[in-house]
């Protein structure tokens, strides 16, 4: 019988939805390829990211850029739809 020594058995970071905000990938609504949705960049004095920090989507493919400055997020609840990024309400990417 095989022992796993403590460094090498799985820990759970208990990582949640907003562990993963910083960065978003979604399908550009423009030309549906990827996009990102990041921080928008945060002025003098701002250097802490939150879930309410302005966002910005930017598409490499087709050079579409647009900043969200709701005060609202909304999650994707459930399987019955495709998941939607909390800021723009674009469909996440999905990489074949």
């Keep these: ?5 403590a460094a090498h058995r ?3 970071p208990r990582s949640t939805t907003y562990d993963f905000i910083g960065s978003i990938l ?20 701002d250097a802490r ?3 309410f920090t302005p966002r910005r989507l930017v ?6 850029s ?4 709701a005060s609202r997020v909304s999650f994707s609840r459930g399987t019955a739809q495709p998941a939607t990024a909390p800021y723009f309400g674009t469909p996440l990417w999905v990489g074949l």
């Design 1 to 5: 019988m095989t022992t796993l020594s």
């Design 10 to 12: 799985f820990r759970d």
């Design 26 to 45: 979604v399908r550009c609504p423009n030309c549906a390829k990827v996009a990102h949705v990041v921080p928008a960049p945060a002025g003098a004095g």
């Design 49 to 51: 990211a939150t879930l």
């Design 59 to 64: 598409c490499r493919d087709c050079g579409l």
């Design 66 to 69: 647009r900043v969200s400055t």
